[in-house]
């Protein structure tokens, strides 16, 4: 991994300070059948759950409703929590390269709530 630049090096360390005085941060973990998330805090030095939950839209829709729904209900979570951070885990390429494509599509809908 690269060094960061003076700038880069100075949105981390707001992101730090920020975190320390008790901003949420939230992680995603992606899916296009369910989408886990968690939204964290930090309070005198332990990680302080917020909140958690899984979009698990009905299966017998359509892809593009589905992901719909996923970045309904990550947007609702940005707004509410409004978060210093997120995290999201990256997908990872399995034997099936539809559900490759439609996974990543998922990871796409996280990146934009």
Request: proline fraction near 7%; aromatic fraction near 4%; include cysteine.
């Amino acid at each position: 991994m690269a060094k960061p630049n003076k700038a880069q090096q100075a949105a981390r360390d707001h992101v730090r300070d920020e975190i320390r005085r008790g901003a949420v941060v939230v992680g995603v973990d992606p899916g296009s059948k369910a989408c886990g998330w968690a939204a964290l805090s930090l309070e005198r030095g332990r990680w302080i759950l917020q909140g958690s939950g899984v979009v698990k839209p009905p299966e017998a829709w359509p892809t593009e409703l589905r992901l719909a729904e996923i970045s309904s209900v990550l947007a609702g979570v940005s707004k509410l929590t409004r978060p210093i951070a997120v995290g999201i885990e990256q997908p990872f390429g399995g034997k099936n390269p539809r559900a490759a494509v439609v996974v990543g599509m998922a990871y796409g809908v996280a990146l934009g709530a």
